[in-house]
């Protein structure tokens, strides 16, 4: 089934957008293998994408930190280091 093998390449490659489409795409499954199969390569997806967000979460709080300490280090005036010399 194409869907599966898609969904299993998706899986080994980490591709969050493909994830994403393949589980709003599940397809009528025949085989008890292939439910099988599914089941396991979903749970994995679901890995990846609860991973993908953790890392999402941390790079928005370093961002948020990040603006917080260049508004706070910010002058009101002209920059005190000479960059002319």
Do not use: C, H
């Not at 397809?27 to 890995?47: C, M, R, S, Y």
């Amino acid at each position: 089934m194409a869907w599966l093998r898609e969904l299993r390449i998706a899986v080994i490659e980490k591709d969050i957008e493909k994830l994403d489409i393949l589980t709003v795409e599940l397809p009528l499954l025949e085989t008890f293998q292939d439910k099988k199969d599914a089941l396991f390569l979903l749970g994995e997806a679901l890995v990846i994408l609860q991973n993908g967000r953790e890392d999402t979460k941390k790079a928005l709080t370093q961002l948020r930190k990040n603006i917080n300490f260049l508004n706070v280090t910010k002058e009101v005036g002209t920059s005190s280091i000479d960059f002319r010399t």
